[in-house]
C-alpha cells in the first residue's frame, strides 16, 4: 500500500519535473527555480532555490555520482550545477538557441545530452564542458530522453510521435512510429531481461504519450545484429493523455502521471494495476522512484510535489547487513551484489553489474582493468570509489585484517596517503599521483570530471597527522 508521507509546496508556480539521487530530490517549475531537498527529512537544502534560468525550468537531473545536476529551460540553456554549495559549474547553450525540453546524464557522466524544441539534440562532453556532438530528430520537438544502462545508446522521444535511438556517436540507429499523437517520456529500465526465446538480454523501455497509452517495449542491441525494437504491450488505465513513466530500480513496476490528475502503478510483468493515486488537484506531470529506498515522488501543475513510501520490492541498503552476515561474499548471487551496491550509494551501476552477470565471486575479482575494459567504467572517479568498496569487502573476509579508513586513501592510486594535498576541487590526493595528473594537461578533477578552476594544491596537514596517528595506533 503506498502512504502519502509529505507534500513539498515551495514552488511558485506549475511543477515541471523531479528526480532524485542516492541522498537528494530536486524539483524544477515554471517558476524558473530548482529546488533540492535531503532525503533525511525532507528539508531544502541551504543553497536551494537555485536560480539561473530566465525562464521557466523544465527537467533536472543527477549525475549518477549525485555531485552534479543539470537543469534546462525555455531560455535555451542547459546549466550544470555542484550540488554540495549549489554553485553553477556550467552554462550551454543549445546551438540553435531553442527552448531546451530534456536533459540527461549518461550513466558514467561521459556525456549530457539536451534535446530542444526544434528538434535539435545535442552531446555535451561533461569532462569539457563543450559541445561534443549533435543532430536532430526527422520531424517535431524534442520532448524524451533515456539512456540505456551500458551507455552504448540513447533514446529520443519527439511531439511527432517517434522514438528513435541513437549511439553515442550521435548515429541514428533506429525510427519508430510509437504514438500517434506525440511521445510525452521515455525510460528505460536499469535491469536488462531475457527475451525467453533465444537467450538475448533486452533492455526494457516504456514511452508514454498524447494518445491516453503507455507502451512496453523491448531493446536489444549487438554489434552483430544492430539494434531491434520490439513491441512489446500497452498498459491502460488512464483517461487522458500520460505525461510521465518511470520505472522502479529492479524494473518490476512502471509509475506513470496524467492529465487526468491520477497516478498509477503498473507491474511490468502483468501490466496489472497495483495502486492508483488521486491525491493531486491538477495535471501530473513528473514521477520518479528513489534509486534505493521505497520512495516515489510525483509533481504536479498544481505546484506540489507529493512523497510516497510504499514496499517496494528492490535491492535496499536494508537487505545488505543481513546478507553480509549470513552468506560470504563469494557465495552472493547477483541480487546479493544487486543489494550491496545500492548500500554503497553505488545504486546507479545495479544495471550495468547485472547486464555482466556478476555474482559475489565475480565481484572480488574485478579490477581496475576489468572495470575499465570490459564494464566499460571511464570515469577514474567512479572506478575508485567502486574499487575502493571492492577491498574493503576483500578485507572483510580475511580474519584479522585492517581496514584503511576511506578518507586516508588516495581517491588516484587508492593506496595509503603520505602527503596529502587539497586540491580545488575539494578532495584530497596524494601530492605526487594529483601532480603526475595535472602535469599530463587533465585541467579536471580526477573525481568529478569537471574542470579543477585552479591548479593550486595546499598542504592538508591535519589530514597528514591523523594518519600518522593511525598508523602509530595499528603498530601498538
Not at 514552488?11 to 539521487?21: E, I, K, L
Not at 552554462?91 to 524544441?117: D, H, I, K, M, N
Request: hydrophobic share 35%; charged share 20%; aromatic share 8%.
Amino acid at each position: 500500500m503506498a502512504t502519502l508521507i509529505h507534500t513539498l509546496a515551495d514552488h511558485s508556480d506549475d511543477v515541471n519535473y523531479c528526480a532524485f539521487s542516492s541522498s537528494c530530490l530536486a524539483t524544477c517549475s515554471l517558476d524558473k527555480t530548482i529546488r533540492v531537498y535531503s532525503l533525511n527529512n525532507f528539508t531544502e537544502l541551504p543553497y536551494s532555490p537555485l536560480k539561473g534560468h530566465t525562464y521557466a525550468v523544465h527537467c533536472c537531473c543527477f549525475s549518477p555520482s549525485g555531485h552534479a545536476l543539470a537543469s534546462c529551460s525555455t531560455d535555451g540553456t542547459t546549466m550544470v550545477w555542484d550540488t554540495r554549495d549549489g554553485q553553477a559549474l556550467a552554462v550551454l547553450e543549445q546551438p540553435s538557441g531553442s527552448p531546451v525540453r530534456v536533459c540527461r546524464f549518461s550513466p558514467e557522466s561521459t556525456y549530457l545530452v539536451s534535446g530542444a524544441a526544434d528538434g535539435s539534440v545535442v552531446l555535451w562532453n561533461m569532462q569539457l564542458l563543450k559541445l561534443y556532438r549533435s543532430g536532430n530528430v526527422k520531424d517535431g520537438s524534442l520532448v524524451a530522453c533515456a539512456f540505456s544502462p551500458n551507455g552504448n545508446f540513447f533514446v529520443t522521444g519527439s511531439s511527432c510521435g517517434d522514438l528513435t535511438i541513437w549511439n553515442d556517436k550521435m548515429r541514428c540507429l533506429c525510427n519508430e512510429k510509437a504514438h500517434d499523437l506525440g511521445v510525452t517520456c521515455c525510460d528505460i529500465s536499469s535491469q536488462p531481461i531475457s527475451d525467453g526465446e533465444h537467450g538475448f538480454r533486452y533492455f526494457q523501455m516504456a514511452s508514454c504519450g498524447q494518445d491516453n497509452q503507455i507502451k512496453l517495449w523491448l531493446i536489444l542491441f549487438a554489434d552483430y545484429l544492430g539494434v531491434e525494437l520490439k513491441y512489446k504491450y500497452t498498459l491502460n488505465g488512464h483517461s487522458a493523455p500520460v505525461l510521465a513513466c518511470a520505472f522502479s530500480y529492479d524494473g518490476q513496476m512502471l509509475v506513470s502521471g496524467s492529465v487526468d490528475k491520477c497516478v498509477i502503478i503498473h507491474e511490468t510483468s502483468t501490466g496489472n494495476t497495483l495502486h492508483t493515486l488521486a491525491q493531486h488537484t491538477r495535471y501530473v506531470t513528473t514521477c520518479a522512484f528513489a534509486p534505493c529506498s521505497p520512495l516515489l515522488a510525483t509533481g504536479s501543475m498544481d505546484k506540489t510535489v507529493n512523497i510516497w513510501q510504499f514496499d517496494l520490492k528492490q535491492p535496499c541498503a536494508g537487505n545488505t547487513v543481513e546478507n553480509e552476515s549470513q552468506v560470504a561474499v563469494e557465495d552472493w548471487s547477483e541480487d546479493d551484489v544487486s543489494a550491496w551496491l545500492c548500500a554503497q550509494d553505488l545504486a546507479d551501476f545495479v544495471g550495468l553489474f547485472k547486464m555482466n552477470n556478476i555474482d559475489g565471486k565475480e565481484l572480488l575479482h574485478l579490477t581496475k582493468e576489468s572495470l575499465t575494459n570490459e564494464l566499460k567504467i571511464e570515469s577514474l572517479g567512479l572506478r575508485s570509489k567502486v574499487l575502493q568498496k571492492i577491498e574493503e569487502l576483500r578485507l572483510k573476509t580475511i580474519p584479522g585484517s585492517v581496514t584503511i579508513p576511506d578518507e586516508f586513501l588516495c581517491p588516484i592510486t587508492r593506496e595509503l596517503m603520505k602527503d596529502p594535498v587539497i586540491a580545488a576541487d575539494g578532495y584530497s590526493y596524494e601530492k605526487e599521483a594529483i601532480e603526475n595528473w595535472i602535469s599530463n594537461k587533465r585541467r579536471s578533477s580526477p573525481m568529478t570530471n569537471l574542470p579543477l578552476p585552479s591548479l593550486l594544491l595546499t598542504p592538508n596537514r591535519t589530514l597528514k597527522m591523523a594518519i600518522s596517528r593511525w598508523l602509530e595506533a595499528q603498530q601498538k
